[in-house]
């Protein structure tokens, strides 16, 4: 599970946001780099709600910039690069369609054999219920020493997901020994990515870091204190900060960035107060000492970042 | 017609906190909350020793100054301190540290609370906030000054009337508290952002908020 | 949204115990979704809300858990989009828009490859087909095939019956793993080598077409996992200009009434004063009431309200384009159990308008708001409950738009109501107000 990705991990630029379609990316920033984001898409096994969504994930400028700044990953006018994708080869779609179709094969069995797990295991549930009958009815049942075998199927079906997930990179081969009993191309697959069959795009063609809004400096400045920080106006604020992973903790900060010099409502720090204290979370208030024209790069003012922490008093 | 009514009606005497502020805003319109929250602080909230102060605003307005981010800003910030009869604020993690050794804020000494008085509408910038972190150390040093040339307050908890046990767990408590002043892991320096209500005309109420230094983890009350 | 529709949605474990809590407010723990299992023929329900730590401790509980639930996330997110062989719905991507079916024979329905190929190769000029002509110019994808529920609310049929679907609509349904679009296949070669498109894919070659935003997909999307029906509003082009807007179906859009209805009420409330026979009042000189004898209190309060009021009800209604993007309607939307037949679309239940927190960083304004609920037909508080309950008309208004606030992938929803505190008169009502008490707000979040 602790996949590390080639890096830098290419961002997608689509329509002016910043989208991750890669799994492995997405878990390894998190892990990583403290980098959540927020899912938007569909989860195809359960598409009607809203609770849990899946790929692909949006990832703020910020966060987006805070990577390319880092290093650790890159942006791709991801339009362009699906340009590729009308001058592959022949011998390139012909390979890609091929392994596309083992993998379907390999879902099909998988599928396949659960099913026939299932029917196995409701078969035995019948035998069983009979046999409990007949052991009510009469003295003792020889059906029971199949038991043992039902309890030990559901850990290699568990295992068998888990493998299927990883699907991403995995090579065709052990799929492919033939199966008379599945019928060919049984199982269509839409990938997640689309790389392969797309070549990763050369540095060359990688776009600029991205622009960020002047909260910049206070959302870097509270990344580096290690809080995981999400968008914030459901809340009422510009991000929430989590100390930890937000998928286990409460957040402990609605945070409001401003420039040094900017004026403040003293209103909106009674209203912000208030609103953290009646979730029992802190508002937080802060922003770069230095403006952006005093000095080199967005990265130099995170240093100079001052961060106030507001509680209502209780008098 | 309506003349008369005004001239017959006699207006009333003026409350005591408006012949105070009226008597202090002369000087200056900051000086005419600070009153006010200072009247607040004595009387609905019984605090005790309150001394005022000031941080003075920066004289010259040059612009070059300006961008000089500890440079504090052009209007003076008035700052006061005193007793709270009960204690105002206490860190997540204090609070679980006095609760494994069985203290109560009673048993505590009555600690010196700043309060910054400010009104709806006034110029507040992060810039203050700063400046008033960056000069309170110097105020606390004052302010210990004065309290002890007034001598101890009366509400020190008596010594005498503490087991040894007790007294031995105070000790600790107050060793540990002044060792998280350094780790800041009892929270860092804060003070109390008093906030009137001047909006049309207000109605005397004053609001009162926690601020600390840096990221501190909020109360789970 | 009817509150009702979207607590139903919510997850129903948890909503008599919790009613306040929406689930999709906060970063769920994937673990919980690992209850489910993801092959099962039935339909999987939700599961509960799993409780959250308040900062990390150094166990190693906290840190197992932590990592479990990272792995159910991992799992969940790798979970692929299949199509088995008896469900499968082929579409193919058109990336020059819709173009008109070639008139060869229809026998080729088996062969999917060589119908993306036909559409490629140059086509005759198609007899100009009446249902043709509803093809909307930003369509990109057609199902030569369509079979299944999807397409009783989505997607435009053309002269071959090929469903032609809108870039949302064909990233919704790709998304949810229900489509399986191909690229073009490429052309002189003789096998079907049309592959796949990705996801990835999707999001790139059709987001930013036809005016499609992340955010506009976000509620687009958000709103189909609910089961409400979507589709375009006439002010979904930014750049829609006058004649655009005639060209409409003006059927739902009455001119401008030119006369302003507030000078009119006024006047009206002008005649009645100076024609009361009771009335010896004069602002200017004497007591606004008048020295008269009074014999009702009514009489009193009605000589009293001399402050104008807007009145909704005559309000000129506009067009889309006096409004300003983003504050412009670009959905209508219908709830599930509204009938829909995609020819003669119903009234729609909802009218949306979706903003961008990172492009639009301002309030909006009084004029904004107001064109903006102008452009809705008047939807006036009606029936039996309505006629009761004073506090309910007011919440309902006169009319009513969704703000949907996107701000970086998160939706919000805000109801907003064009409310005529004028038009209730609390002095006529003798009972006192009714209803409850807290619903007097006419703006109120939807989400916490």
Redesign the interface.
């Known amino acids: 599970?602790d996949f590390q990705p080639d890096l830098p991990i290419p961002i997608?630029y689509?329509?002016?946001?910043y989208?991750l379609?890669s799994?492995d990316a997405?878990?390894y920033l998190?892990?990583e780099h403290h980098i959540?984001?927020?899912?938007?898409?569909?989860?195809?096994?359960?598409?009607?709600?809203?609770?849990?969504l899946?790929?692909?994930l949006?990832l703020?400028?910020e966060e987006a910039r805070l990577l390319v700044d880092k290093g650790v990953a890159c942006i791709v006018d991801?339009?362009k690069?699906?340009d590729g994708?009308?001058t592959?080869l022949?011998e390139d779609?012909?390979r890609?369609?091929r392994d596309?179709e083992s993998q379907?094969q390999h879902?099909s069995r998988i599928?396949l054999d659960?099913k026939e797990r299932n029917r196995e295991q409701t078969l035995k549930k019948l035998e069983e219920k009979k046999a409990k009958a007949k052991a009510k009815a009469s003295a003792a049942a020889a059906q029971t020493p199949t038991v043992p075998e039902v309890t030990s199927t559901p850990s290699p079906k568990n295992a068998a997901?888990?493998d299927?997930?990883?699907?991403?990179d995995r090579p065709s081969s052990p799929s492919t020994a033939s199966t008379s009993t599945l019928?060919q191309?049984?199982?269509?697959?839409?990938?997640?990515?689309?790389?392969p069959?797309l070549l990763t795009p050369p540095p060359s063609s990688h776009l600029p870091a991205p622009a960020v809004?002047p909260s910049y400096p206070l959302f870097a400045h509270l990344h580096s204190k290690g809080y995981f920080l999400?968008?914030?106006?459901?809340f009422g604020c510009q991000y929430t900060a989590y100390?930890?992973?937000?998928?286990?903790?409460?957040s402990?900060f609605l945070v409001v960035s401003y420039d040094w010099d900017q004026h403040i409502d003293l209103m909106d720090l009674v209203v912000g107060g208030r609103l953290g204290t009646g979730v029992k979370k802190g508002f937080l208030i802060g922003g770069a000492q230095k403006g952006i024209d005093e000095v080199d790069s967005e990265a130099d003012r995170v240093g100079t970042v001052r961060a106030f922490s507001l509680e209502w008093a209780g008098m | 017609m309506m003349t008369d009514i005004l001239e017959v009606t006699k207006q009333p005497e003026a409350s005591a906190i408006t012949e105070r502020i009226t008597e202090k805003g002369h000087e200056s319109p900051h000086l005419a909350t600070s009153a006010q929250v200072q009247h607040n602080l004595e009387h609905q909230h019984l605090w005790t020793s309150i001394i005022g102060d000031i941080i003075p605003g920066r004289s010259d307005d040059s612009n070059t100054l300006k961008k000089e981010p500890r440079q504090s800003p052009q209007e003076p910030i008035p700052l006061l301190s005193g007793y709270p009869p009960h204690r105002v604020y206490t860190h997540p993690d204090e609070q679980l540290y006095m609760l494994e050794n069985e203290i109560r804020d009673e048993d505590l000494k009555p600690e010196r609370i700043f309060v910054v008085p400010t009104t709806q509408g006034q110029p507040w910038t992060l810039r203050h906030m700063g400046a008033v972190f960056d000069r309170l150390p110097e105020f606390e040093q004052k302010a210990k000054e004065h309290d002890r040339s007034v001598g101890p307050t009366s509400m020190q908890p008596e010594a005498a009337n503490l087991n040894p046990e007790k007294a031995e767990k105070l000790a600790q408590y107050y060793d540990k508290k002044e060792k998280t002043r350094l780790t800041k892991e009892w929270g860092a320096q804060r003070f109390l952002l008093a906030m009137v209500d001047k909006g049309m005309g207000g109605d005397g109420t004053v609001a009162y908020y926690v601020v600390h230094e840096g990221e501190v983890?909020p109360r789970?009350n | 949204m009817a509150d009702a529709d979207e607590d139903a949605?919510r997850?129903p474990a948890t909503a008599s115990t919790e009613p306040d809590i929406d689930?999709?407010?906060?970063?769920?723990?994937?673990r919980f979704?690992n209850h489910?299992n993801?092959?099962a023929d039935s339909?999987?329900s939700?599961p509960r809300r799993g409780e959250?730590?308040?900062?990390?401790n150094p166990t190693e509980l906290?840190a197992d858990?932590?990592s479990a639930?990272?792995?159910a996330?991992?799992?969940?997110?790798?979970?692929?989009?299949?199509?088995?062989?008896k469900t499968?719905i082929i579409a193919f991507y058109a990336p020059d828009g819709y173009v008109p079916p070639v008139q060869i024979d229809r026998a080729t329905p088996k062969a999917s490859g060589e119908d993306g190929k036909s559409s490629e190769s140059t086509p005759k000029p198609a007899r100009p087909l009446p249902n043709s002509a509803r093809i909307s110019p930003d369509a990109c994808v057609y199902v030569p095939n369509p079979k299944g529920q999807f397409f009783k609310t989505m997607g435009q049929a053309d002269s071959t019956s090929r469903i032609w679907l809108l870039p949302e609509e064909a990233l919704?349904l790709?998304?949810?793993?229900?489509?399986?679009?191909r690229?073009p296949s490429?052309s002189g070669?003789t096998e079907d080598?049309s592959?796949?498109?990705?996801?990835?894919?999707a999001?790139?070659?059709f987001?930013?077409r036809g005016g499609?935003?992340?955010e506009r997909y976000?509620v687009y999307?958000?709103l189909k996992?609910?089961?409400y029906a979507l589709v375009r509003a006439p002010g979904w082009c930014d750049d829609i200009q006058q004649q655009d807007a005639d060209a409409l179906g003006s059927s739902e859009i009455t001119p401008p009434k030119i006369h302003g209805p507030g000078l009119a009420g006024m006047l009206a409330s002008l005649f009645n004063w100076i024609h009361d026979p009771h009335s010896t009042a004069s602002t200017a000189t004497g007591p606004i009431i008048g020295t008269g004898i009074h014999r009702s209190y009514m009489d009193v309060y009605r000589k009293l309200a001399i402050i104008p009021w807007y009145d909704p009800v005559t309000a000129p209604e506009r067009h889309p384009f006096d409004t300003t993007p983003p504050f412009r309607v670009v959905f209508h939307i219908y709830k599930p159990s509204t009938p829909i037949k995609k020819s003669a679309l119903p009234t729609p239940d909802f009218r949306i308008a979706v903003v961008s927190?990172?492009d639009q960083t301002t309030m909006p304004t009084m004029t904004q708001l107001g064109a903006l609920l102008e452009s809705t037909p008047l939807d006036p508080p009606r029936g039996e409950k309505m006629d009761r309950m004073m506090y309910m008309r007011l919440r309902h208004g006169y009319r009513n738009v969704v703000m949907a606030?996107v701000?970086?992938?998160?939706v919000?929803y805000l109801r907003i109501a064009d409310s005529a505190f004028g038009k209730e008169k609390l002095y006529e009502n003798k009972g006192g107000p009714q209803g409850h008490k807290r619903n007097y707000a006419n703006q109120k979040s939807r989400?916490?």
């Open positions: 599970m997608s689509v329509s002016g946001r989208l379609f799994i997405v878990t998190r892990r959540c984001g927020v899912l938007i898409g569909t989860l195809p096994q359960i598409p009607q709600q809203n609770v849990f899946g790929l692909p949006q703020m400028p991801e339009a690069a699906h994708m009308n592959l022949e779609r012909r890609y369609l596309l379907g879902i599928q659960r997901i888990v299927l997930f990883n699907a991403e019928p191309s049984a199982t269509v697959i839409t990938p997640a990515t689309s790389y069959p809004p999400s968008p914030g106006l459901r100390p930890g992973d937000p998928l286990r903790f409460h402990h | 983890k789970q | 949605v997850a689930l999709s407010d906060e970063t769920q723990d994937f979704l489910l993801f092959f339909s999987p939700i959250k730590d308040f900062e990390p906290q858990v932590l639930s990272r792995g996330m991992h799992n969940a997110l790798s979970y692929p989009r299949l199509h088995g062989a499968r919704y790709i998304e949810r793993g229900s489509l399986d679009i690229w490429p070669s080598l592959v796949p498109m990705s996801l990835q894919a999001y790139a070659c987001m930013g499609l935003t992340l976000s999307t958000g996992r609910l089961g927190t990172r606030v701000d970086q992938g998160v919000s989400k916490r």
